[in-house]
């Protein structure tokens, strides 16, 4: 199985900085998509930025302009940087990875990491 290890959560103040990062563990892995999600207790999981391996990026309207998502497709890894961070940013971000379904044989393989704590107080 494939496992996504998440880190760079933590305390901040409102208007500070966080960079999260996420690796994906395998030397054989063919990734299409990257991305982070979150979830504040009482609410779905919702996007918040995806990077496809070419280097195009989604990101939720309520973070664009504050955040940055990047990867480094050698490593299996993606980043997220969170700038001007607010408290309705306070949640748990899970890293998330989909596999390129041509190297699959059109199989579906969507991999989560455990989800880092990010909290953003007032």
């Known amino acids: 199985q494939v496992q996504l290890v998440e880190s760079g959560g933590g305390l901040v103040q409102a208007g500070g900085s966080l960079r999260l990062s996420c690796a994906a563990s395998?030397?054989?892995?063919?990734?299409?998509?990257m991305g982070w999600y979150r979830q504040a207790p009482g609410k779905q999981r919702d996007l918040v930025a995806s990077i496809t391996r070419r280097g195009t990026t989604n990101y939720a309207n309520s973070v664009k302009g504050r955040f940055t998502i990047s990867r480094d497709s050698a490593r299996n890894a993606v980043y997220l940087q969170m700038d001007s961070l607010a408290p309705d940013d306070t949640a748990v971000y899970f890293c998330?990875?989909?596999?390129?379904?041509?190297?699959?044989?059109?199989?579906?393989?969507?991999?989560w990491g455990q989800g880092t704590q990010v909290t953003v107080s007032s």
């Open positions: 998330n990875a989909v596999l390129d379904r041509s190297y699959y044989f059109g199989r579906s393989y969507n991999y």
């Open positions: 395998g030397s054989n892995l063919n990734i299409d998509v």
